[in-house]
Nanobody, 121 residues
Framework: QVQLVESGGGSVQAGGSLRLSCAASGWTFSRGYMAWFRQAPGKEREAVAAIGSSDRVSYADSVKGRFTISQDNVKNTLYLQMNSLKPEDTAMYYC???????????????WGQGTQVTVSS
């Protein structure tokens, strides 16, 4: 059974940084694909970043140059380093996993419960 547990969320001021982590169990990083999504109140869930088994990455235009997705295959953990945070980055952040390449499409098979990020101006 695949379990994804996010952590690292919190409240920061605009311009600050946070690093989110997603600990995975029952999942083999080297054989699958992972991503970060976010959902703000009253808005649809949107993709933030995705990473493939060969470490190929893709980002939403809104976070390019500010966010970095990475994974540690030994620790079975996915990361999202978020710099230069803006109030519009405020959302619940979710990690997701799938054995097939899904890129930035929200059709991943497995999802975590989310971690809240709040950015104040």
């Amino acid at each position: 059974q695949v379990q994804l547990v996010e952590s690292g969320g919190g409240s920061v001021q605009a311009g600050g940084s946070l690093r989110l982590s997603c600990a995975a169990s029952g999942w083999t990083f080297s054989r699958g694909y992972m991503a970060w999504f976010r959902q703000a109140p009253g808005k649809e869930r949107e993709a933030v970043a995705a990473i493939g088994s060969s470490d190929r990455v893709s980002y939403a235009d809104s976070v390019k140059g500010r966010f970095t997705i990475s994974q540690d295959n030994v620790k079975n953990t996915l990361y999202l380093q978020m710099n230069s945070l803006k109030p519009e980055d405020t959302a619940m952040y979710y990690c997701a996993a799938d054995p097939l390449p899904k890129g930035l499409h929200a059709t991943y098979a497995y999802w975590g419960q989310g971690t809240q990020v709040t950015v104040s101006s």
